[in-house]
Every structure is written in C-alpha cells, then in structure tokens.
C-alpha cells in the first residue's frame, strides 16, 4: 500500500490529461488528444533485462536502457525533474532508471527495508544497522533513530515520518526534516494496520482494527477519528483529499467518509466484499478487489456507483488506470487494456502480464524545439542608439568638471577581442542549489568539467548546470549530442 501510493502521488503531481474518444489502441503519436505531459509506459523484464518505454498507447517503443535492468519487484516514485524512475529490484535494493541516457544504476549496495520516496530525488530505506538512510545522486545521509523503525513515510515538503511499534501494541509517530536530525514533532497512536497519505501531504490516514484515524502532516493533530463495523481492510482518498473510500472485512458495502465532515457521508454497494482499493490517480476511477482474487469492480468517483467487473490479477504494477480512462489489467498470460466504461478491449499485449509495468507522464522524449538551438543574440553596443547619444560628440571636449562617460564603446578592435570567448552548454537552470550540483555530478562529459553557476533574477537565485567553453559552436553542440542529455548551447560572456 505504502509503494502503491508513492507512486501514485508522483503521477497525480503532474497535470491531467483530457478524455479522448474510445477508438481503440491508437497508432502514432498516442498523445496527441492529450494536454500536459505526456503518457509514458515502460516495460521491465520480470528476470531481468532491457527495459523499454512506449508512448500511452503505442506499440513502438521510444526508448531502451543501455544497461540491463536487474529483476523488478516494484516501481516507487518518478522525479519528472531529472527523469528518473525509482524501482525496487527483487533483492529489495532501490535502482534509478534514468530516462535520458537510458542507465540503470543501484542507488546503494545496502539491501534495505520500508523503501519509500516521494518525489523520486530522496530515497529512503532502513538499513540492516537500523539507520535511516536517505539516498539521493549527491550522496547519502544516514540518521540513527530513537527507536527501531517499521514504516517510512516522506512528505512532498521534504519531512519524513517515522512510525515505531511500543511494547504495548501502540504506534509512536516522529516527524523529522532531513538532513536535520531534529525530531520536531511526535504523536502516538493505537496501531497502524495501513497507513495512506493524501496526494498532497497535507494528511495521513491510520487504520488500526476497526478504526479510522487522520493526522494533520503539519503539527500531527488529529483530523478525523471513524469506526466501522469490523477491521478495515483498504483505505483509499481521493486526489484531493477530500474524500475517504473505506472497506471493511465480510461487508459488501463501502463507505465514503468526508474529511470536514469527519464522518460517513455515503455508502456503495458492491457485489462482494473488497479485499483492496487502488485509486485512479486523476480522481475518476476506483478499483476494488474482488473476494476472488482474480477481477476487479470498477467504481465511478463522479456518480459513486459500481459500473462492472473486469477480469485481472491484483499485483502492485497491475491493474492501473491510464489519463485516457484505459484499464490496464494481466489477464491470464497477456497485458489487457479495456475501456473504464464500456468494459470493450481496445488492444492487449501476449504475454505481457510476465513482466513488471509502470506508467508515468513526462515530456522528456518531446522533440526539442528548435529555437532553442539557437544562440542568444545581444544587439552590439555600437549601434545602441541610447549608448551612442550619450556620448559627446567626437570633436566637441567633455564640459568642464563633468564625469567621463561610463562604459564607453570599445574600438573595432576591441570588441572584435571580446566576442572570441567561446561556446556553452547548459543543462538546466533550477531553483535549488543541492538540486543542481547532484545533477551537475550526474553528467557525463569528456575531458571537460561541469559545474554551477549561480545568478540573481528579479531578487530569485537560479542555478545553472554549464559546461565548457568550447573552442567553436560545434564542439559544444558535438559534446552535448554525446552527453545524452537535453542542453543548449550559448555564447560566453566576455
């Protein structure tokens, strides 16, 4: 539950995609009915191998890892930032697959425990010592808790929380922002069977027994406080929070609970009683495991009703729910891809279902714009009008007393001199200079160093990811094409 949600908030953060007529598979460009980010699924080998990435729904691949990807037991978290997806491989070690130049890299050689991340940049984990350890591609924080630790959860606002059982059968929360060490808040509480964060962080909901708990992220006050009439089985909140999906044990009925109110508002009725949920990640869907074990009940979050039953096995990768409204489900030894409401298939994959999906939305294998190849062109001061007025004219003398001109215009000569300082790369320009630097050490060039150059825009730090100069335009572009990585290039100031 914990890796599902994850996952899910790193796909919810991203901008909604609109519905598009039900045709079918589509050929092509399968995004081009769609605003905001694209669709992108990738496809492990359940034993290991080339991973690929397809565009939602394209039987083309758009890319393949150059390196072989170990064997997959879950997908956590996608940093849309640097294009990396966080896996967990089956010895429980994390691996960031990087979509840009296409590794696959272990993020540790620890195998670790309660692996969490929330933004797929920090990872976290339990060593075998009982450390906490936070791995990001700047390197890895270690952080020796008060008590052994049996849940991580991080927050979108870089907190973590800590939940370690007491003797008694009681939960005690801690609340710390790495890399601080400080624990600023804590809370305990009666238990926590499953525990389910809101997509925004504002919230976390504890289910122990048959009761229902929510906490404020913020200060860890209680929110809401629910009991049912047996143990809870799944729990699942919508995008927003707003609302609560609650299954209990031997009932066919599910409850939806409203956070402000902080009781029961409506109830659905199903045809057997769900033994999990899993939440469409754009709030339109949800899926309840049957009592079987091999289909699911699709239910419609707009009109809060049940409206069919599709065939598929419940794992961690599979079903989903894709931005167009397509169910993806593993339907004996193939993928299966039906429609949410009509139940029709659209298209399915042979043997498909023996390997381990995921499917983020990222505009990373966009074509680049042509524009921005080209370089940044400044009008040359010797034909500034306002620069030329200013002067005096050439035969008249300064007026007596008066300042010398500020920055007078250099010779032809000179300013022939100054252009002749080469040519840049740049990568990217963020806001966070932690950010920049693991990215500048993720970069990949030969014989020619990358760093950050900071600089102040309307009061803001930007941090830009450079390398170079080159001698010539071309050499810059020819070491950008061999980074493998989106870039630009841009003459060097003088």
């Keep these: 539950m914990m890796r599902r949600a994850a996952l899910l908030l790193c796909l919810v953060a991203a901008a909604a995609c609109s519905r598009t007529p039900d045709a079918g598979a589509t050929a092509g460009d399968a995004t081009a009915g769609f605003a905001g980010p694209d669709a992108i699924l990738l496809r492990f080998p359940r034993l290991g191998g080339t991973a690929r990435a397809y565009r939602w729904w394209s039987d083309s691949s758009i890319w393949t890892s150059t390196q072989r990807a170990p064997a997959i037991a879950d997908a956590i978290a996608f940093d849309a930032q640097q294009g ?6 089956a010895a429980r070690v994390p691996v960031r697959v990087d979509l840009r130049v296409g590794r696959v890299t272990p993020a540790t050689s620890e195998r670790l425990r309660a692996i969490a991340s929330a933004d797929g940049y920090a990872v976290f984990g339990v060593a075998p010592t009982g450390e906490i350890v936070r791995l990001t591609n700047s390197g890895a924080w270690r952080f020796r808790p008060p008590a052994p630790v049996r ?16 003797a008694d059968g009681r939960v005690t ?4 922002h790495p890399p601080e060490t400080k624990i600023t808040d804590s809370t305990t ?37 629910v009991t049912f009439s047996d143990a809870v089985r799944g729990v699942e909140a919508t995008p927003s929070g707003d609302r609560l999906f609650v299954a209990v044990r031997n009932s066919p009925t ?12 409506d109830k659905i009725t199903l045809s057997s009683p769900p033994l999990a949920l899993r939440m469409d990640p754009d709030g339109r869907y949800l899926l309840a495991r049957t009592a079987g074990g091999d289909s699911a009940q699709v239910i419609a979050i707009g009109t809060q009703r049940a409206i069919g039953t ?16 397509g169910l993806a489900l593993a339907v004996g030894n193939a993928l299966v891809v039906v429609d949410a409401e009509t139940k029709r298939e659209r298209s399915q994959v042979p043997n498909g279902a023996a390997d381990v999906w995921a499917l983020v939305r990222w505009n990373g294998f966009r074509p680049r714009a042509s524009t921005l190849d080209e370089p940044v062109r400044f009008q040359d001061a010797s034909t500034d009008s306002l620069a030329v007025d200013s002067l005096p004219p050439p035969d008249e003398p300064p007026a007596p007393g008066a300042a010398p001109p500020p920055n007078p215009v250099p010779p032809p000569a000179a300013r022939a001199e100054l252009k002749s300082k080469g040519w840049m790369l740049s990568f990217a320009a963020v806001l966070s200079e932690s950010r920049a630097r693991a990215m500048a050490a993720a970069v990949r060039l030969d014989g020619t160093s990358t760093r950050v150059q900071a600089n102040e825009r309307d009061g803001t730090m930007v941090y830009r990811v450079v390398a170079g100069p080159f001698p010539t335009r071309e050499a810059a572009d020819d070491a950008g094409r061999r980074s493998g990585l989106p870039y630009w290039v841009f003459e060097a100031a003088p």
């Design 84 to 89: 990396i997806l966080v896996v967990v491989d």
């Design 173 to 176: 929360i801690r609340k710390l």
């Design 310 to 325: 599709v065939e598929t096995a419940w794992r961690p990768d599979l079903p989903f729910i894709a931005p167009d409204g």
């Design 151 to 166: 849940t991580l959860l991080p927050l979108p606002d870089g907190a973590l929380l800590l939940f370690s059982d007491a």
């Design 254 to 265: 599910l409850y939806v609970v409203d956070r402000y109110e902080a009781a029961v508002r």
């Design 189 to 225: 509480i009666g238990g926590a069977d499953l525990i389910i964060p809101t997509a925004v962080g504002d919230r976390v909901y504890i289910a122990s027994g048959d009761r229902l708990e929510g906490l404020r992220t913020r200060d860890l006050g209680r929110s809401l406080a």
